[in-house]
């Protein structure tokens, strides 16, 4: 059977507990100014802390730039405090939202299939995931980088079954998100083949699954890094809160 071959690729930016209403604005323009100049870019979307979905809808809306969210219950409903459904992301119009980042497993003890819950939550309610892998830098230096992250994305294929092809991957080894480190491009390469070839057991066109890298790509090293055949887009982290170097790697994804 002949593949589908991904043909656009995606660029999310993260922008983590950052933002004011003022400042959102200012840098969402920036953005939208941006996209609206380039005769071609990539899909392309920025995942907001909640309080700010409903402005991020308002400015948004009927733009090239999606939204989304960046953490959802794996709860329909109910008695818990504190937590988003993705019912509620739906009404806010959102199209991703970030499930299984790092910063979630290690702080608030998300298990892996604690994630892929979420995972079929968001797919339950028509939102892309975006499941979040990557290995800690004591695991990668144990050679347990290809096993952590198959085990990571295994829990989400096993749970939502064929709507795996529906989901997008980001590949963010621990060690470099934050830190200024970046796997080079052929070590990120080399994961994202593994979870190609993962994927490939479980859906008949593997190519349609977007794998996003994610380890602090910036405007210096985004090109270098979306030049590799597996490697699909960016989810990006700090540069995603500074318009014209978000635009710099957004360019880079053409």
Not at 79 to 93: I, K, P
Not at 95 to 106: A, L
Not at 190 to 219: C, D, F, K, T, W
Request: aromatic residues 4%.
């Amino acid at each position: 059977m002949e593949t589908t071959t991904v043909t656009r690729k995606l660029i999310v930016g993260n922008w983590k507990m950052n933002g004011s209403l003022a400042g959102n604005e200012a840098l969402l323009q920036a953005i939208l100014a941006g996209l609206g100049a380039e005769t071609a870019a990539p899909d392309v979307a920025v995942c907001v802390p909640a309080p700010y979905l409903a402005q991020v809808q308002a400015l948004c809306t009927g733009s090239p730039l999606a939204w989304g969210a960046q953490d959802v219950s794996e709860h329909e409903a109910g008695a818990y405090t504190g937590e988003v459904s993705a019912a509620m992301l739906r009404d806010f119009g959102c199209r991703y939202v970030i499930v299984g980042h790092s910063e979630r497993r290690r702080d608030h003890g998300e298990s892996d299939e604690a994630v892929a819950r979420k995972a079929q939550r968001a797919l339950a309610c028509g939102i892309t995931p975006i499941v979040c892998v990557g290995e800690t830098e004591a695991q990668r230096e144990a050679g347990q980088t290809e096993a952590v992250v198959k085990r990571q994305l295994a829990a989400v294929i096993h749970t939502v079954g064929h709507c795996v092809s529906e989901i997008v991957v980001a590949y963010e080894p621990v060690w470099a998100i934050g830190t200024g480190r970046t796997a080079t491009p052929e070590q990120a390469q080399a994961v994202h083949a593994a979870l190609r070839a993962q994927l490939g057991a479980a859906v008949p066109e593997p190519r349609r699954v977007r794998i996003l890298y994610g380890g602090s790509m910036n405007a210096g090293n985004a090109a270098a890094l979306l030049a590799q055949p597996d490697i699909d887009g960016g989810l990006i982290g700090g540069a995603s809160l500074k318009a014209e170097e978000f635009l710099r790697i957004v360019r880079a994804a053409v």
